[in-house]
């Protein structure tokens, strides 16, 4: 995109690029004129594209026929990842609650927290965010403690006291992390009943848009790089088995093994290999979890009810299982065992990097802003691969990470976008422009029976090509007769 089409980015303007669009497509919404039903949408200035006139006004079905087929299509690739980032647990909440997820207070190191925030500062910006978040604040004093520890070994007692004063800051902020991401879900599960009904319909039907893969296809891959358990509880509504890492049914635990792991069946009346079971897909959570722990060397997951009624639950959970809030298990802690600490989040970028380097793939990203190195050099090494897709949905651009990443990316023609405030909304996306949430043969078929009927023939000398519903009458009974033959 160029310096003249950034300039003319606002909070409204919507960006599109899909099938053969030579670069992204810039509209706003407009007045409609009497009779014209809303919402009624218009090109910017000097922006073109092979599929509006100049001022041309367009509606949501102009949009459809876009960006529905075209989904749907690459949604039945051979492979299909989805990634989804805090904007998917943001629009449930604000579905069921009308607002947003709550905040967490700045955190605070004590004594360290000025050069703490100052190294977040520097690493966020390395990264190409204005100011750091948690993770950056953690990394940072993880770090720092890490330094306390090595002069202590040494016997240093200003080096120990300094351990145990930020070790304990640490958890500290680590608590109260844990307890505004309990807070959001809380908020979810404690909204009135009509509005949690209809955001869980949304959430279900959106997941269900991209795990509905017939048996012959490779199962879509959900990832994430949310704490919260928003997913999971979408998935429980579905009545959708997602496939993790952890093993065990009383205190599962993190496995490096089982990611093969998979649940097949056999078609009666059927030999040869078995088909997946439909309703299935695999799931990574990049950056930990609400309910992870380091306990006993092991990572496992503990009973934590999804928006329980008692704001102290987290800590009485971990109290259940004899730890403390400092071994939550959230990108990049725990802070007591430095051993541990990476063990399982460089399994779960591997399985990241294998999924999405491979051949006809397809990657989904909805509400993830790319501010995570780590994952955007991934995805740009999958770019690479020819057959290869990428489809970017976002409510909002806000620092223009996704538009610099489009750029910087330079494959074009791999690079799907929907980024505003109404292709990229989720209730409107769920709606209008996902595929249907169900594995939809009924379609094809349908499809298939009406080029037939009403397909073109040959043409004939001197007589142009002309459709043969003109020329043949059908019998009402007779299209019932054709259809219960399907």
């Known amino acids: 995109m160029s310096s003249e089409s950034d300039q003319k980015l606002t909070a409204s303007t919507n960006v599109i690029k899909t099938r053969d669009d030579f670069g992204p497509v810039l509209f706003e919404k407009v007045s409609c004129e009497e009779g014209e039903v809303e919402p009624c949408f218009a090109m910017v200035a000097d922006s073109t594209c092979s599929w509006l006139r100049p001022n041309e006004k367009f509606g949501v079905s102009k949009l459809r026929e876009r960006i529905e087929p075209w989904l749907t299509s690459l949604c039945q690739s051979e492979h299909l990842s989805l990634l989804v980032g805090s904007g998917l647990s943001n629009a449930v909440h604000r579905r069921a609650t009308g607002k947003g997820l709550p905040g967490m207070a700045k955190a605070n190191f004590g004594a360290f927290d000025p050069m703490i925030q100052a190294e977040a500062r520097r690493s966020a910006k390395a990264c190409g965010r204005s100011e750091g978040n948690i993770e950056d604040q953690l990394r940072s004093a993880n770090e720092l403690l890490r330094g306390f520890d090595v002069y202590g070994v040494s016997g240093d007692k200003t080096s120990i006291s300094n351990a145990a004063s930020l070790r304990a800051s640490i958890q500290t902020v680590l608590e109260s992390f844990a307890k505004s991401i309990y807070d959001g879900e809380r908020g979810i599960a404690s909204a009135n009943e009509p509005e949690r009904e209809a955001a869980f319909n949304y959430l279900v039907s959106f997941l269900m848009s991209f795990a509905s893969r017939s048996g012959t296809r490779d199962r879509l891959h959900l990832f994430t790089t949310n704490y919260d ?28 093994s089982r990611l093969d792991l998979d649940i097949h069946y056999n078609p009666p009346g059927i030999r040869g290999e078995p088909r997946y079971l439909e309703g299935v897909a695999r799931f990574t959570k990049l950056h930990g979890s609400l309910d992870w722990v380091d306990f006993d060397r092991t990572i496992r997951r503990i009973g934590l009810p999804f928006g329980g009624s008692s704001p102290n639950l987290v800590s009485s959970a971990f109290a259940e299982v004899g730890t403390d809030p400092s071994q939550l298990m959230i990108y990049p802690n725990a802070a007591k065992d430095r051993e541990t600490t990476f063990y399982p989040y460089t399994e779960l970028f591997r399985d990241f990097a294998a999924s999405l380097c491979r051949p006809n793939h397809t990657l989904v990203t909805f509400g993830y802003g790319f501010g995570d190195d780590h994952l955007n050099r991934v995805i740009e090494d999958m770019l690479t691969v020819p057959s290869t897709h990428l489809v ?95």
Do not use: C, W
Not at 240 to 256: A, E, H
Not at 465 to 473: A, G, Q
């Open 229 to 256: 358990r928003v997913i999971e509880a979408g998935a429980d509504a579905a009545g959708m088995r997602l496939l993790d890492r952890f093993v065990g049914s009383v205190s599962p635990v993190f496995r490096s």
């Open 392 to 486: 970017v949905v976002s409510f909002d651009d806000p620092l223009r990470r996704i538009l610099n990443t489009y750029e910087k990316l330079g494959r074009h023609a791999q690079v799907s976008l929907l980024i505003g405030d109404h292709v990229g909304e989720f209730g409107t996306l769920v709606e209008s422009y996902l595929p249907k949430p169900a594995i939809d043969r009924a379609t094809f078929r349908m499809a298939e029976l009406l080029k037939a009927r009403f397909g073109t023939r040959a043409p004939e000398a001197n007589r142009p090509e002309t459709p043969l519903v003109k020329n043949v009458e059908r019998d009402p009974r007779k299209i019932e007769l054709d259809l219960e033959g399907l």
